[in-house]
């Protein structure tokens, strides 16, 4: 979830292509509920994921929050994401379309509809930037003891009213590790275009989102398991 230090995302990057992963997202600004959580490391976060892909040769993704970084971000970053708390900020979304032709990650807003998630895709389109990924990472509903609420309907829906590929996040959905192996086989099951899974070698001591991720081992098998699904809906791991 977030850039810690450059030896624990090295080490993880290289875990997670020894099993199949192709991209290696981190968080070097993070959104918080709360203003004491932590923040992450910023510019020196990116500075190290920009390491880690030179030590792995995979591109790395991370999350913008401010069009104020917007320069340092198509420097380094090869897939910018635009967070679910951001999904509605059309300031960013207009800034970032002008800005780049880099692929733009979006992700769903907490209680976002279809209309409005694919209308925020339109404006970073709309502003000159064709290339948009929309990713599900589980809405708010009335169940507490889950994160959120994996709304896999969007797979088939984005599919029917858009053009865009469409990846799920199965972390940030159930917020608990035991859900993403079973929530990651019945995306794929979907059809969707990609997962994003989150992968830490000291969970129990993250400094953000460890009760979700996955330790590289359990990430390899899951990596395993999804082959045959994939084959038996036509797609590719």
Not at 116 to 123: D, K, R, V
Not at 165 to 186: C, E, F, Q, R, T
Request: proline share 5%; glycine share 8%.
């Amino acid at each position: 979830c977030s850039v810690e230090s450059k030896e624990q995302v090295i080490e993880i990057a290289k875990a997670a292509k020894a099993a199949g992963a192709n991209l290696l997202r981190g968080g070097a600004f993070k959104p918080r509920t709360s203003p004491y959580a932590f923040q992450g490391m910023g510019s020196e976060g990116l500075d190290i994921l920009v390491a880690a892909k030179e030590a792995t040769g995979l591109p790395i993704v991370s999350e913008l929050m401010d069009a104020e970084y917007l320069d340092e971000f198509i420097e380094k970053v090869d897939l910018i994401q635009i967070g679910a708390r951001n999904m509605q900020n059309f300031d960013l979304l207009k800034k970032v379309g002008k800005a780049t032709k880099k692929p733009i990650l979006l992700k769903r807003g907490l209680s976002a509809t279809f209309q409005e998630w694919i209308m925020s895709a339109e404006y970073i389109m709309a502003s000159g930037n064709p290339n948009v990924i929309l990713c599900e990472r589980g809405v708010r509903t009335f169940e507490s003891y889950t994160r959120n609420t994996l709304d896999l309907q969007a797979v088939p829906v984005i599919k029917e009213l858009t053009h865009l590929p469409i990846i799920i996040d199965p972390s940030h959905a159930g917020g608990k590790w035991w859900l993403v192996n079973p929530m990651a086989k019945a995306a794929v099951a979907a059809g969707c275009d990609g997962l994003m899974i989150e992968v830490h070698n000291n969970p129990e001591k993250a400094l953000c989102d460890g009760p979700q991720s996955l330790k590289p081992a359990k990430f390899e098998q899951l990596m395993k398991e999804l082959k045959p699904i994939a084959d038996a809906v036509g797609k590719e791991i």
